[in-house]
């Protein structure tokens, strides 16, 4: 198992955001994490990525708990790409990308560096864009930049928050085509996601949080009606179809 | 790797070398600019000198200048130098701290907290008096008592910030605001001392709140420059670090950086700077303001060379701002604190018109 997560707890304040959460996911899995507004799914990737700390639980990354590795380790291991980057100053798509090579390098980026990082753009298909600043470029344009930073870390695991929130159609299916990609290089992908057909198109594993605690938990089978009303509160019909599952919504449970 | 993808790759590569080289000679170019203003800025003055002349002295072929140049002129140039260097620095390096662009080395009130010092030292301990002389309407009995006591407030509005930053784990917005509200309680507090000074003490108050690099002498640049150089060092050496923590905490975090420490080393060591450099030269605005976002539109916002191409365009404005306080009404000297902040309010709307795409 790549990553494994033990009775994970965290709160803030008082207030509990998760709750005995504990799943794995293995070498070149793709996990989505759905569940309705303010149950957990992003506090679970902060403490995935040791941005946030959990009050108890074990985060482990090839059986080596996430306590025993640096901050560099750790940023070596996972990439993570927020829901919107909020760069304070005009900076350049590449030089945005080169952040990813922070944690392999010293005081300044080397040679190899900046070859990863060309490369990086390269396999993004971004080198039209790559001297132009980033707040020139449109949202999806800027979700592709934060993934290819995330991959410029070179890492074993992929976290993403909620990747295609702000796209249109096109670049929704772009952005997930260019992560599930990721996989075949034997990356981890654990992502958080609102649109419940694009999670069914591309994972491997969907987990259903609820409440700060897991609900269900497989393939993406997981994805039945019953689940979704329980979790969602919202009545759905699913269909089988050649491409994957169709997830229909009917009306709200009242 | 197909040769396609190659190719793109090292034409990426070469368009990035290519746009890195623009900005080292950007830094070059400003060097130049710099040791010609410091050539001219020596020839000023009440005695005619030539650059030749200047040249000559300062490589001792000819030793006949040397007091002008060596005693009157150059710890003036110098200070220019080292003060503008400094405080452009950690303008710079503040607004990537506080990641807001309005971060400079008065944002934090720590001017204010020296006016306030100043202020104490003329009125409370008896450091100032106005004279007649030859060359300035005021003399301090004793300006190192003025110097001291604006730099110990100047580190007690340093230490409240910083402990909030670290014992209450405070975000930026929060270190701005309490760095207004210190502003405001030390204007206060100024304000309140000026209403119980003399005519004398008010003078001398007044006086030293115009920033003036005529007041450091060899012993002030040597100290200034002893504080400034290691920091323009440090904040190089770290300017990659402080790259990434533009990006905001959580990304900073993600990417290996430890945010807290980085944030609380900066504040400090810029707040040390900010604190000599004002107790030393008095308050000099827009400087620490307006350099850092003047190099950012001329050569973009990558840290490793905004530092130290603002540590050369801040050197370079003030000495700039302090030759024409020199010679604009000759033979009247003017505080370059008045003329940077005559050139660097107008600087700094042009600025904020042009600079929509950030702030």
Redesign the interface.
Known sequence: MKLKINGLQFSYDSTPVLEDVSFGVKKGEMLTIIGPNASGKTTLL?CI???LTPQKGTILIDDESLNDL???D???E???V?QA????????V???VL??R??H?S???SEKD??K???T???LNL?HI??K?I??ISGGQKQKVLIARALA?NPDILLLDEPTSSLDLKHQLKVLDIVSKQTENGISVVMTMHDLNLAARYSSKILMLKEGNIFAAGDVDVLDPKNIESVFEVKVDVIEKSEGLMIIPEEPVS | MAVEEQKITEDILGKYKEYSHKRVYFFLLSLVLLVSIALFSLTIGPADVSIAEAVSTLIGTDTSLNTIIWNIRMPRVLAAIAAGAGLAVVGAAMQTILRNPLGSPFTLGISNAAAFGAAFAVIVLGAGTTQSAAEDAVIFNNPYIITISAFAFSLVATFVILLLAKYKNASPATMILTGVALGSLFTAGYTALQYFADDVQLASIVFWTFGDVARAAWIEVGLISLVVIPSTLYFLRKSWDYEVLDSGDESAKALGIDVEKLRLHGMLISSFVTALIISFVGVIGFVGLVVPHMVRRLIGGNERYLIPSSCIIGAVLLLASDTVARTIISPVVLPVGIVTSFMGAPLFIYLVIKGREYW
């Open positions: 902060k990525n040791d941005i640096s901050m560099t750790i940023a070596r996972i990439g993570h927020p980057g909020s760069k304070s100053f005009p900076t350049t590449f030089d945005t952040m990813g922070k944690p390098g005081w300044k980026p900046l070859e990082v060309s490369n753009i390269s396999r080198e790559a001297m600043n707040g020139e870390q």
